[in-house]
Antibody, heavy 122, light 108 residues
Framework: QVQLQESGPGLMKPSQTLTLTCTVS??????????WTWIRQHPEKGLEWIGY???????YYNPSLRSRVSISMDTSKNQFFLKLTSVTAADTALYYC??????????????WGQGTTVTVSS | DIQMTQSPSSLSASVGDRVTITCRAS??????LNWYQQKPGKAPKLLIY???SLQSGVPSRFSGSGSGTDFTLTIRSLQPEDFATYYC??????????FGHGTKVEIK
């Protein structure tokens, strides 16, 4: 049973750089050709897709965040990371990591972490 | 970006009711449409993928249909544990993937 667990700083100040970690357990991070994804949810709002990294190293980002976001991975630790620079109050949200299946296997975000709250406040 | 419009934004229903939620894409997305259920304080859960395929472990009272721009999620006989918010999500062609704004299903 694959499980994902996010970790991060919780509280940040404006202009700082946010780094979140997602630890994958229960399976090899590099198996299955999955897309390892970050999604956020603003308070009482809907879901925003941030971007993903494929086990091959390919990344894709939401154009609305592209200038500030990067996603990387450490396969030896079964972890992938979200880095978001120059945070503002608008980045206050619940951040999820998730696994997206390749379309040939049906697609969809089939495994999610429990989420980690990030609050940006001076 | 492809815009996803869900309706209604909320609905009230009783246990045993048949519930239908619709999702419309701003352009054709073939069948690259997924549905999720989110309960308060929990992560979303995949219910339906590729418009009409039931995710493993999801009760058969949930079903999805549609292709192109118009899609439907149906709950055949609403159960107490189904009161939640439901989101559609498109994954057509290249990212960014986008979600609908959600439909909150409440107890009547």
């Amino acid at each position: 049973q694959v499980q994902l667990q996010e970790s991060g700083p919780g509280l940040m100040k404006p202009s700082q750089t946010l780094t979140l970690t997602c630890t994958v357990s229960g399976d090899s991070f590099t198996s299955g050709a999955y897309y390892w994804t970050w999604i956020r949810q603003h308070p009482e709002k809907g879901l925003e897709w941030i971007g993903y990294i494929h086990f091959s190293g390919t990344t894709y980002y939401n154009p609305s965040l592209r200038s500030r976001v990067s996603i990387s991975m450490d396969t030896s630790k079964n972890q992938f990371f979200l880095k978001l620079t120059s945070v503002t109050a608008a980045d206050t949200a619940l951040y999820y990591c998730a696994r997206e299946r390749p379309k040939v296997r049906g697609g969809g975000l089939d495994v999610w972490g429990q989420g980690t709250t990030v609050t940006v406040s001076s | 970006d492809i815009q996803m419009t869900q309706s209604p934004s909320s609905l009230s229903a009783s246990v045993g009711d048949r519930v239908t939620i619709t999702c419309r894409a701003s352009q054709t997305i073939s069948s690259f449409l997924n549905w999720y259920q989110q309960k308060p304080g929990k992560a979303p859960k995949l219910l339906i993928y590729a418009a009409a395929s039931l995710q493993s472990g999801v009760p058969s009272r949930f079903s999805g249909s549609g292709s192109g721009t118009d899609f439907t999620l149906t709950i055949r006989s609403l159960q107490p544990e189904d009161f939640a918010t439901y989101y559609c999500q498109q994954s057509y062609s290249t990212p960014p993937w986008t979600f609908g704004h959600g439909t909150k299903v409440e107890i009547k």
